[in-house]
Nanobody, 122 residues
Framework: QVQPVESGGGLVEAGGSLTLSCVASGNIDPPGTTNTVTWYRQAPGKQREFVASITRALGTTTNYANSVKGRFTISRDDAKNTVYLQMNSLKPEDTADYYC???????????WGQGTQVTVSS
């Protein structure tokens, strides 16, 4: 198993920035193994939704939800077993609990972290 732990959430004014981190421990695939790490978010009263993903294969591929494209950037540091989500130009509608899901070769869907809360004030 892999245990992802998210951090970096907090309260920020609209237009501000935050960087979330997802640090994984446990049975992490070695460099060169294909895996995907995905950020999701869940706002109060809403379903959990996809935010961004990063896939390590022959190269690195990223994908973003339309709602965050151009404002959020996902990146990874394999030496630190960490995936980041840089969030710029934050809007009140970005307010949610943000979750990291860390995929592995044996379990591609991935393991969930406990989440970190982001609140954007208007």
């Amino acid at each position: 198993q892999v245990q992802p732990v998210e951090s970096g959430g907090g309260l920020v004014e609209a237009g501000g920035s935050l960087t979330l981190s997802c640090v994984a421990s446990g049975n992490i695939d070695p460099p060169g193994t294909t895996n995907t790490v995905t950020w999701y978010r869940q706002a109060p009263g809403k379903q959990r939704e996809f935010v961004a993903s990063i896939t390590r294969a022959l190269g690195t591929t990223t994908n973003y939800a339309n709602s965050v494209k151009g404002r959020f950037t996902i990146s990874r540091d394999d030496a630190k077993n960490t995936v980041y989500l840089q969030m710029n130009s934050l809007k009140p509608e970005d307010t949610a609990d943000y979750y990291c899901r860390w995929g592995t070769k044996l379990y591609p869907p991935g393991y969930w972290g406990q989440g970190t809360q982001v609140t954007v004030s208007s």
